[in-house]
């Protein structure tokens, strides 16, 4: 069987988002909109200690309530549940960990009923002592957090340490880096941090449990991972896998904070205790900020190391990132962050201790960029500072230290495969572009300054060795296709991505590929989880050998309509013909169901094509060392900027911006330039605006978008240039790699670039606010705004002698 090569109809192309209509129209369908027969409503009781032991809970009161259906405690649930570490507990049973913490769960007729029920349980309390510092929590006389963390469930790749508040602990080592630093030139020591960051998602996680009679569990929930929510469920209620159906409606974003498991074990768990009616759960923004897994923040302590012609020898580094209350996927993140702390540099000698740590704050979890932003936040500047002290460029020393695809080995000892990318190309695109090297205009206000800076970024998705995915695709009668897989679909355009490749490959117009919306994981091929920019190369190879499968049946039947060998069958064009004699063909929806003759005989049956993709090559990592083999792709990439400056106030204006990442392939062109758009907004945002605050008890001060800034339209560059390189990785879905988080990771270290350059002040810690880089100029660079004050007074004294002679 052959497939003839034809110009790419619709790979490389633009197009939009399949689901698009229904979302600007408003028509799709969220959990939110979803009403079942008899639904009731839930609403959380929250802790007001950040930690304390639950001396009793008083709910007679709320159950007098006209409408109050029953009241949940931690009592009735006593059973934990984590993606990673089982550290966590659907309601508080005895301990509150953080301000936040759900201690109950109202259930009642309406939302109203279920609000005031809530207001009316009474929490009697026991102080106990609290941590809001990873930091004063590593500490031998610190509070202990969770006294039974060594009977919790580990997944095999983990280490919490028992008796410690260290949720996990991860070691990277190569070389000899104390016999390194000897033979350094330059040594760079410093600190960095990045503070709490909320996902911020539009659609705030909301779900509905039915516990249905029959033992089944129905959720229809908005997650990023239907599966593994699933399987978790099931695994920690002790029922069959299947015996728990997630309805993956239509969710408004996720950003890695609807991964893994949410709230669907409580509703579920909730429902059975109401009379096994459905309940449904809408966090307020506020509880979403302050009950809901949010990002955690995190701190670096560096030592790097360069020879003086600017080799990147050694580099020392201890990661400390803030857990909150439970460890949920920040102890992946935290791993991450330790094995990928080289970023995209050839560095012989490394020692890397990244540690998980639990407080008394907000638990965390993933988030776009997982471990990766922060350390690249770290590794990027460092590379700009160690050039300036060599005398070198900051083009030049990262072209010595860049590995090499082909011949270079990661921190964890995999050789980068020689189709990985080409980071050289994507350094001196970004140069080429940006313009860096050549003159810059002067602002004409004497206070501003403008500046040039560039961050380079590699990620690969951080799985288990045995993530794998599946797909199945249907024939219908006219030749149309259903694809069924489990990804999900929250505006990444993955599912858009992976119907381009089936009507390519079948040669059928796009619109006769269809991924259903409204999809069931009873009725859907089954993938690890959405997350970590894996769905495009998982599920994209899974749905290759999908359409393998299809056409190994069409052909079977073929061969037999047309009486040649298989060999000789071409499937194009929406058509089935035989090799040299183009006229002898038939449609493909002559063959989809069932081929008929002439006289009526009939050969074949309904197409259904089926297949999957597993990683064959990664390894779990040594916990002593961190070697072995993480990640199935590396996609490379990095972002330049142009800023102002203003000196007299701090604030930062990004007006140009460059996105550059070697994507493999290019599937949907522009499904990849949003990702660019997205990634940069995302990242602006993050870098220069974006935190949590907390005062000295816990309590979170900007629990809502009133007081938590983020980009506004008005933030937005004049100028965003978008770059998709193309090296194809043999393995990839045509040779594609994902790009989904990696746009958003070099986004602030080449903006704190741009101001080092300019100014030579070093900012260590985001965001970058106006306060925070005034105060820096003060503190390092007290000339520079003596300058500018001394400047604005002669430009408006100039001014004012200009109008005073008009």
């Given at each position: ?498 119907c381009m490749i089936v009507a390519e490959e079948f040669g059928i117009p796009l619109e006769k590929v269809r991924v259903p919306f409204d999809r069931a994981t009873d009725s859907e091929a089954y993938t690890w989880q959405t997350v970590g920019s894996r769905g495009l190369f998982v599920d994209g190879n899974a749905t290759l050998s999908a359409i393998k499968d299809a056409k190994r049946r069409i052909v079977d039947v073929a061969k037999q309509v047309f009486r040649v060998p298989e060999e000789d069958v071409i499937i194009s064009e929406g058509k089935v013909s035989v090799k040299g004699r183009p006229w002898l063909s038939i449609k493909l929806s002559d063959i989809a169901a069932a081929y008929t003759y002439p006289e009526g005989n009939a050969i074949g049956g309904p197409i259904i094509g089926a297949g999957y993709w597993t990683s064959v090559l990664n390894t779990y990592l040594n916990p002593e060392t961190g070697q072995g083999i993480p990640s199935i792709f590396h996609t490379f990439g990095g972002t330049g900027v142009e800023i102002l400056l203003n000196l007299l106030t701090g604030e930062i204006i990004v007006e140009r911006a ?149």
């Amino acid at each position: 069987m052959e497939t003839e090569a034809q110009s790419p109809k619709y790979i490389g192309r633009y197009v939009p988002q399949q689901d698009s209509t229904l979302k600007v129209t408003g028509t799709a369908t969220y959990t939110f909109d979803v009403e079942l027969p008899g639904m009731l409503y839930a609403k959380l009781v929250t802790s007001d200690r950040p930690h304390a032991k639950i001396v009793s809970i008083d709910t007679k009161e709320s159950e007098q309530v006209p409408g109050v259906v029953a009241v949940a405690t931690g009592k009735d649930f006593n059973f934990r549940i984590g993606i990673y570490v089982g550290d966590r507990d659907i309601l508080a049973f005895d301990t509150v960990r953080w301000i936040g913490h759900p201690i109950a769960a109202v259930i009642a007729e309406t939302l109203e009923a279920a609000e005031e029920g809530a207001s009316k349980v009474h929490v009697e309390y026991e102080d106990l002592p609290a941590v809001f510092d990873p930091r004063e929590a590593l500490k031998p006389e610190a509070p202990l957090l969770h006294p039974k963390l060594g009977e919790y469930r580990v997944s095999p790749a983990f280490k919490p340490i028992p008796g410690t508040n260290i949720a996990n602990r991860f070691k990277l080592q190569r070389g000899n880096v104390d016999r390194a630093f000897d033979e350094c030139s330059v040594i760079i020591e410093d600190n960095f941090s990045m503070p709490y960051v909320a996902h911020a998602f539009m659609e705030t996680q909301n779900c509905i449990g039915l516990y249905r009679r029959d033992g089944v569990i129905e959720v229809w929930s908005s997650l990023q991972s239907p599966f593994s929510a699933r399987y978790l469920m099931a695994q920690s209620l002790d029922i069959p896998v299947n015996n728990v159906i997630i309805h993956n409606t239509f969710c408004g974003g996720g950003f890695g904070g609807k991964a893994g498991l949410g709230w669907e074990p409580l509703v579920a768990m909730l429902s059975k205790k109401a009379g096994h009616k459905p309940v449904k759960l809408i966090l307020s923004r506020k509880e979403q900020f302050t009950s809901a897994a949010v990002r955690e923040a995190f701190y670096a302590h560096v030592k790097a190391g360069f020879s003086k012609d600017g080799k990147f020898l050694a580099y020392k580094a201890t990661f400390i990132m803030d857990c909150g209350g439970y460890g949920d996927y920040t102890v992946n993140v935290s791993r991450t962050a330790g094995y990928a702390a080289d970023g995209s540099y050839d560095i012989e000698n490394l020692d890397v201790e990244s540690l998980a740590v639990y407080t008394n704050k907000v638990p965390t979890t993933a988030m776009r960029g997982f471990g990766y932003p922060e350390g690249h936040w770290v590794l990027e500047q460092i590379m700009d500072r160690a050039a300036s002290k060599l005398g070198l460029d900051p083009v030049k020393i990262r072209l010595i230290n860049l590995v090499r695809p082909g011949e270079s080995s990661t921190g964890t000892g995999e050789r980068v495969r020689e189709d990985a990318g080409n980071p050289r190309k994507v350094l001196e695109t970004i140069v080429k572009e940006l313009g860096i090297g050549k003159e810059i205009d002067k602002p004409n206000e004497p206070w501003m300054v403008r500046a040039r800076g560039f961050a380079l970024n590699v990620k690969g998705p951080s799985q288990p060795p045995n993530a794998s995915g599946s797909a199945i695709m249907k024939f219908n009668e006219d030749g149309s296709i259903d694809l069924l897989v489990g990804t999900g679909s929250f505006g990444q355009g993955t599912t858009t991505a992976l119907c381009m490749i089936v009507a390519e490959e079948f040669g059928i117009p796009l619109e006769k590929v269809r991924v259903p919306f409204d999809r069931a994981t009873d009725s859907e091929a089954y993938t690890w989880q959405t997350v970590g920019s894996r769905g495009l190369f998982v599920d994209g190879n899974a749905t290759l050998s999908a359409i393998k499968d299809a056409k190994r049946r069409i052909v079977d039947v073929a061969k037999q309509v047309f009486r040649v060998p298989e060999e000789d069958v071409i499937i194009s064009e929406g058509k089935v013909s035989v090799k040299g004699r183009p006229w002898l063909s038939i449609k493909l929806s002559d063959i989809a169901a069932a081929y008929t003759y002439p006289e009526g005989n009939a050969i074949g049956g309904p197409i259904i094509g089926a297949g999957y993709w597993t990683s064959v090559l990664n390894t779990y990592l040594n916990p002593e060392t961190g070697q072995g083999i993480p990640s199935i792709f590396h996609t490379f990439g990095g972002t330049g900027v142009e800023i102002l400056l203003n000196l007299l106030t701090g604030e930062i204006i990004v007006e140009r911006a460059i996105q550059v990442e070697d994507v493999g392939r290019v599937i949907n062109r522009l499904g990849v330039e949003q990702q660019m758009d997205g990634g940069l907004v995302m990242g602006m945002s993050v870098s220069l605006w974006e935190k949590m605050q907390f005062d000295q008890q816990g309590w979170l001060l900007n629990p809502n978008f009133t007081g938590y800034y983020l980009a506004r339209f008005k933030d937005l560059p004049k100028e965003i240039k978008k770059v998709a390189l193309e090296t194809p990785q043999a393995d990839g879905p045509l040779g594609a790699r994902g790009v989904g988080e990696m746009v958003m990771i070099s986004v602030g270290p080449a903006i704190a670039n741009a101001i080092f350059n300019a100014t030579g002040v070093m900012l260590n810690h985001e965001p970058m606010t106006p306060e925070a880089v005034w105060n820096a100029l003060r503190e390092q660079k007290s000339e520079l705004l003596n300058e500018a004050i001394r400047g604005m007074k002669e430009h408006f004294r100039q001014t004012e002698e200009v109008m005073t002679k008009q």
